[in-house]
């Protein structure tokens, strides 16, 4: 697929520099050369808000020191999560140093943490971030860093054109979410694929990761999604593929954040060759996310439902799997769901349950299973004309705000909307409240998919050319040398 022109991608990407209108506040945050010692100075438009608040229950322990530069000269110190600008005057500025070499270690699974990777420093925004809670519609937070000669930075909002020194515009949205910011000796990608230019950065790594197969790898998996209805789903995201994870796959643990801006994050044995990321299925699934806002936790069946579905037909479609191949990873899901606990629980309270009854494989793949019969009646209602494709991408040019959270009937309306169907809510009625995992063998008669215990068989059936169509080729195709075991 031929890349798009690269004016058009800063263009789609770069936010231009602020309107006179706007009211934007001034942060400038330097660190020194070993990341330890940082210090922000923030500069506010007009009146200042009456305090800042903070997401990391660890900011006050790592906040050494402030004060107010300008007006009645004052020391400022934070109340757990809130520092009070009380006598801060009109376009006032306070200035305060964060010890991020006291910052507490740690390493959780919603991705807000803070670390070491290698000589780099990987931490959680909310540990020194310091602003107001709220935006108005004509507010806005642009922060510029000043770093030590071969230091780079990553985080998570949209770059600013033509600034000195890297400049970002935070956003009014997502503040409550996790997000996270990486320091260190790396040089920050561009990755360009059709609607976006992602933002690739490999961090430190013992041995080093292979940063150019690392991209090729993260290219492969962008373009395999972009690739779903002609364009990325989000512009501009972060991506950070941190090396040192101790497992045996390329890829243990990877996710997606929603704190400012979309950002995907993944932990990697560097030491694998580049052929076993390409062929492996978590990044796929992880960008895979980004075709759909932040849903509710409560309707979690829907985003790694999707995700799920969509690792495996993107995979054959760019040629990195065989579609026999994806239809026997299907029926494997299928089977670990239908085995999966709580085998009695609808899908609801399966869901409900997975964080603290562990039942992730029955949410997964009860959710891959409702997106597949609903692609194919949308495929069948239409003569082939509609698909899950296609109302995704009627979707994503309506309503991919980051800041709204959906549910998933109202996700689910929306689609049918756009489809002019009634396919989404009508499945959406029948599993949601149904016990147990959904009886498949209706579906599999008629795409010609016959169960042999734990194997398939694909043949003949109603609908073979519409199971076909699902996988068939797609207009980006995964180069031969990432999957020959090239590194």
């Known amino acids: 697929m031929r890349k798009p022109a690269f004016a058009a991608v800063l263009a789609a990407c770069l936010l231009p520099a602020a309107h006179a209108d706007e009211r934007v506040h001034r942060y400038t945050v330097s660190i020194d050369e070993a990341l330890s010692a940082m210090r922000v100075e923030a500069c506010f438009a007009g009146a200042p808000p009456a305090a800042l608040v903070v997401e990391s229950l660890d900011a006050q322990a790592v906040f050494v020191e402030g004060k107010i530069v300008q007006g009645s000269p004052r020391r400022l110190a934070p109340n757990g999560a809130e520092l009070s600008l009380k006598g801060l005057p009109e376009n006032g500025c306070i200035d305060y140093a964060v010890n991020m070499a006291g910052a507490r270690m740690k390493h959780d699974h919603s991705g807000n943490s803070t670390r070491r990777v290698g000589r780099d420093l990987f931490t959680e925004v909310g540990l020194w971030f310091w602003r107001p809670a709220q935006l108005t519609p004509d507010e806005d937070i642009e922060i510029a860093f000043r770093l030590p000669a071969g230091i780079g930075v990553s985080v998570p ?9 890297p400049t970002y515009r935070v956003g009014r949205g997502a503040f409550d979410r996790p997000s996270a910011a990486a320091f260190g000796r790396f040089t920050e990608m561009p990755v360009e694929v059709p609607g976006a230019r992602l933002r690739l950065s490999v961090l430190d790594g013992s041995p080093p990761a292979d940063v150019e197969g690392m991209r090729r790898w993260i290219e492969d998996a962008a373009q395999s999604i972009a690739a779903i209805y002609g364009r990325f789903p989000v512009p501009s995201p972060q991506v950070l593929v941190l090396p040192g994870a101790r497992a045996q796959e390329p890829t243990p643990w990877a996710y997606v954040l929603r704190g400012g801006q979309a950002a995907s994050h993944f932990y990697v044995n560097q030491r694998r060759p580049v052929s076993e990321y390409v062929e492996d299925w978590t990044a796929p699934h992880e960008l895979s996310h980004l075709l759909l806002p932040t849903i509710d936790y409560r309707d979690s069946w829907l985003s790694e ?39 009695e629980a609808t899908l609801a309270e399966a869901t409900a349950l997975m964080q603290t009854k562990g039942g992730y494989m029955r949410v997964y793949w009860q959710g891959t299973a409702i ?32 800041d709204p959270e959906w549910r998933a ?35 599999y008669r008629q795409l010609g998919l016959r169960a042999l215990g734990g194997k398939l068989e694909v043949g003949d059936g109603p609908l073979a050319t519409i199971r076909d169509a699902i996988m068939a080729p797609g207009p980006y195709r995964t180069p031969r040398a990432l999957l020959g075991g090239s590194s």
């Open 371 to 402: 997106l597949l019969a609903a692609d194919v009646e949308l495929r069948r209602l239409s003569d082939g004309k509609q698909s899950l494709d296609t109302v995704l991408e009627a979707f994503g040019r309506c309503c991919l705000d980051p």
């Open 305 to 343: 439902g999707l995700a799920t579905y969509y690792q495996n037909v993107s995979r054959v479609r760019s040629g990195a799997i065989t579609a026999e191949d994806a239809w026997q990873r299907i029926h494997a899901g299928f089977q670990r769901g239908r085995k999966g606990e709580p085998k």
């Open 157 to 165: 909002w949209r770059p600013v054109a033509g600034a000195a020194i």
């Open 409 to 443: 009937r109202d996700v689910f309306a929306r689609f049918d909307q756009l489809s002019g169907t009634n396919v989404f809510t009508t499945l959406l009625a029948a599993q949601i409240d149904a016990k147990g995992f959904p009886d498949l063998s209706g579906l």
